[in-house]
């Protein structure tokens, strides 16, 4: 940041150094190696008394002096030209503190060119034994720059104690010195065979030829062995973490791996090849290949070493962008464009926004990316998300990719970097909201007379925010199924629940009827939960119309198969349910009506592609269901792409249990909810409701506005419950931990809670089972004290607020004050009353059964006894 930026664009993320490094690195190590080859081979003549061998050796020389000489002093000097632009800090770091190391280097470098030209052009003028010790200088020598070289560039990956003493030689003998050492002069040994079959095999002499090329083979067979010997060593002297992000954790580094292994095969078969007489037309060929082998070989080594730098470019001392580690916080403190000295934007504003964006690209991201380049290509690995998403995955990008640095930013400069990266570079635009809705949905409710009908029906379902994935053939999450409930109620001074000798049957509103019509995924659906999920389910029993089975106390109809697109497209996510209660001859007793919510507005597609699959409102596409799976695979090592284009569509719950839909999982992975809450709340944490809005079809500028009951009407949201994403991913965390899964820990150890003082404090629970309830803020059903039930857990599933009765332990909670996040008196976003039909149906008011003394609804008499629960009796507050 202390320096101007030099911008490559497609040109960047490392490509020219690559070109330039790897080339001169093959050729450095053969000046190492090709010394010693040069020496061996001429005594080999001097001992078998063959001028053919040192006449060979001599040309070899020449062509050796072209080689190193030229072409590795021009791409040497390119290399200190190009750091020196690229990463001017890094570069300063290593000039100052080991300037007597390059200048030691330099001497032996010098004393190389002297004797490599003495050498090379003394053949028959020298003496046998001078001439020899002029080659044996010039190896000396370059193994000796080799020594130095090694030391200070493995620095760089395993400083060791140097990041505190900052002593010379604690940085230059440090943890994989001698290792690396002894791997580089064996891989020199071996590019010495290399270029030495390349001339040898255009020996015209055929015994001559043979003799030279066996003799070549041997420098790339026998050295390959220490060489596979000291890669092992250099493996294990690397820290424990960088092993594990460079061959576990780095997808990146998987094809240089890969390629340093099949590379290793071929070479060894190759040298074996050459060692047995061919054609001279195929020995050439073969020389060819196997060089440019050699240099994959070198290449793939060396990207793996580079990578294993990452986040640094020193490790442990100074990242890739080149912050010193000591400077990271007060460089978050103080923010980046405040911290820079050749910027134009010091402070970002909605006038800068791209401006500041592309100077905070041009000091934090160029280093290492292109932009349409073919390396790191910027564009490419965010070609997926929307400004928003990626202003998240910034701000925590080093917690699930620890091959990035932190964002050294704040968050306004996240958003800046993020809205130039997404929309100047990939024209990605976050969604636009608010989305319009029109309220043309029918009030259409059945009548009820009080001095007439003898009957209350009364239906809701248990959950009154509920979600689905429609992208079944790629992935589920959740299925289509809506719980539907109905209670019954013989009106009188005392009323009775009726479950006997009656009949009740539900149907959806004809515009819904034909859900097949619009989402193939009902035979997936099946085939992913199995049957027993099927069995309660539209695939076999239970339809979009029907009758409701019977039950101790109401009559339910389990996981209805209802989905928010009406047969003449668009998308509602409140479907009208019409229920009928009739005797067993058909006599109709009562009839109601309740909306059976369900939406598919799941905000996946902000970080991971696509758009919305219906309307531009909702909807999962398969281009957004496909990037999921694969960053799952890239982060978990999964290969759940490749089982979805089989044909096999994914469950997660397959292994992350889920108590709502008693799946137990593989017992080994996160459950459901934690392994999702916890993984986001990284990225999301902290942006209080808007975080879970971001998934959660409530947010309420949104195509769904879930969270619609009269909490909502109160200004409260999500946070006030169930706490902030942080606090509910830790508390659901916690309970995992507890239960020995190590990735809890992991989820848990960046997150910060935002409603208790520490995560200490948070108490752990377990989902769909250890949940807020309305008691926590209502204590004996008063006004609440507290606006806020975070942490206060309740004990079991039979708390729960759905599954809760009355204190007479007779009227389900939710019969009279609707399913929770639709809570009496709801404002629907589709017509303002659709949640409120049945206590409009039957006493004219949105407020809760028998609020304001309406007991007559079923009692058909004024009560003076609160029988349901206290302080029934009181006014409704809220009106």
């Known amino acids: 940041m202390n320096y101007p930026v030099w911008n490559l664009d497609i040109f960047g993320g490392g490509l020219l150094i690559a070109l330039i490094a790897v080339f001169h690195v093959y050729i450095s190590h053969f000046a190492v190696g090709g010394g010693l080859f040069l020496v061996l081979t001429e005594m080999k ?10 006449e060979y050796v001599r040309k070899h020389a020449k062509f050796f002096l072209l080689i190193t000489m030229v072409a590795g002093s021009m791409t040497g000097v390119g290399i200190w030209f190009t750091i020196a632009l690229l990463n001017p800090s890094a570069t300063s770091t290593l000039i100052h503190y080991y300037v007597f190391g390059w200048a030691t280097e330099w001497v032996f470098f010098l004393l190389e060119i002297i004797s490599l030209f003495i050498y090379a052009y003394t053949f028959g003028r020298l ?28 620095l760089m990956l395993t400083p060791g104690n140097w990041v505190q003493n900052h002593n010379f030689w604690s940085g230059f003998f440090n943890p994989t010195f001698w290792p690396s050492l002894f791997f580089r002069t064996f891989l020199a040994l071996m590019i010495a065979g290399l270029f030495g079959l390349l001339t040898s095999t255009r020996l015209k002499d055929r015994e001559l030829r043979h003799k030279m090329v066996r003799h070549c083979a041997l420098y790339l067979l026998i050295p390959f062995f220490l060489l596979l010997a000291s890669a092992w060593w250099y493996k294990a002297a690397l820290p424990p973490e960088l092993q594990a992000m460079l061959f576990q954790t780095m997808p990146e580094m998987k094809p240089f791996i890969t390629g340093f292994i099949y590379l290793s095969v071929l070479l060894m078969a190759g040298g074996l090849l050459m060692a047995v007489r061919i054609p001279r037309c195929l020995s050439c060929t073969a020389a060819i290949v196997l060089l440019i082998i050699g240099q994959l070989y070198m290449g793939c080594f060396e990207f793996m070493r580079e990578g294993g730098r990452r986040p640094y470019i020193i490790r442990n001392y100074m990242y890739s962008n080149s912050i010193h580690t000591k400077d990271l916080a007060s460089v978050q403190k103080q923010g980046v464009l405040k911290s820079a000295k050749w910027v134009q934007e010091k402070k970002v504003t909605s006038d800068n ?40 995955m910034i701000g925590a990008i080093d917690r699930f990719h620890p091959y ?21 570079l990939n024209g990605r635009h976050n969604a636009d909201r608010p989305v319009t809705i029109q309220s043309t949905a029918k009030l259409d409710m059945p009548t009820f007379n009080p001095k007439k009908d003898s009957y209350v029906l009364l239906s809701w379902t248990d959950m009154g925010m509920q979600a689905m994935t429609d992208t079944s053939n790629e992935w589920m999450i959740l299925p289509p199924g809506v719980n539907l409930h109905a209670l019954l109620i013989k009106r009188d001074e005392s009323p009775e629940i009726i479950t006997d000798d009656v009949r009740i049957t539900y149907a959806i509103d004809p515009a819904f009827s034909d859900p097949s019509a619009q989402i193939p995924f009902w035979k997936n659906s099946k085939q992913l939960f199995g049957k027993k999920f099927a069995k309660n389910t539209g695939l076999s029993g239970n339809g979009l119309s029907g009758t409701m089975q019977s039950g101790d106390d109401d009559f339910h109809a389990d996981l209805l198969p209802v989905v928010p697109y009406p047969t003449d497209g668009g998308y509602m996510p409140y479907p009208s349910m019409t229920i009928t209660a009739t005797d067993m001859k058909g006599t109709i007793l009562a009839r109601t009506k309740t909306v059976v919510p369900t939406a598919t507005e799941m905000g996946c597609n902000n970080c991971h592609g696509g758009l919305w699959r219906v309307n531009g409102q909702a909807g999962i596409s398969t281009a957004t269901a496909g990037n999921i799976l694969k960053v799952h695979d890239r982060l978990s090592g999964t290969s759940l792409s490749k089982q979805a284009s089989s044909g096999k569509p994914v469950l997660c719950q397959k292994c992350h249990a ?38 959660h079809p409530a947010g309420e500028l949104g195509a769904s506005r879930s969270f619609r009951g009269i909490h909502h009407s109160l200004d409260l949201n999500c946070t006030n419950c169930h706490g902030s994403l942080a606090d509910h991913a830790i508390s659901l965390l916690k309970a995992e931990a507890k239960a020995g899964k190590k990735r809890a820990r992991v989820l848990m150890q960046h997150l910060k809670p935002e409603m208790t003082a520490t995560a200490k404090d948070i108490k752990p629970r377990k989902p769909w089972i250890n949940e807020p309830d309305c008691l926590n803020c209502h204590k004996d059903y008063e006004q609440p004290d507290d606006d806020t039930t975070f942490n206060q857990w309740t004990a079991g599933s039979d708390d729960l607020f759905r599954n809760r009765t009355d204190e007479a332990g007779i009227v389900p909670c939710s019969a009279c004050h609707n399913s929770m996040h639709a809570l009496y008196p709801a404002t629907n976003p589709y017509g303002k009353d659709l949640d409120n039909r049945q206590p409009l149906q039957y006493q004219k008011k949105p407020f809760p059964m028998g609020a304001n003394k309406g007991c007559a609804v079923c009692h058909t008499v004024v009560m003076d006894e609160e029988l349901h629960h206290p302080n029934m009796l009181h006014e409704f507050r809220n009106q």
């Not at 003549?45 to 040192?54: A, F, K, L, T, V």
């Not at 046998?128 to 200070?152: D, P, Q, V």
């Not at 964006?357 to 349409?372: A, K, V």
């Not at 934690?674 to 986001?680: Q, T």
């Open 45 to 54: 003549g001097y001992r078998e008394d063959n001028p053919s061998i040192i």
């Open 127 to 154: 003496g046998r034994k001078t001439h020899l010790l002029m080659g044996w200088i010039y190896f000396g020598a370059a193994w000796m720059s080799l020594f130095i070289i090694n030391g200070i560039i493995d």
């Open 353 to 392: 926004l791209l401006q500041s964006g592309h100077e905070l690209y041009n000091l934090l991201c160029l280093p290492c990316h292109s932009i349409g380049g073919p390396l790191n290509d910027i564009k490419k690995v965010t070609k997926n998300f929307t400004p928003w998403g990626l202003a998240n």
């Open 404 to 424: 990035m640095p932190p964002f050294p930013g704040n968050r306004l400069e996240a958003k800046a970097l993020a809205a130039y990266i997404a929309t100047e």
């Open 658 to 695: 889920d108590s709502r839909f008693g799946r137990k999982g593989d017992g080994k992975q996160l459950n459901m909810s934690a392994s999702i809450h916890g993984f986001h709340a990284n990225f999301l944490a902290p942006q209080g409701a808007d975080a879970c809005t971001a998934c």
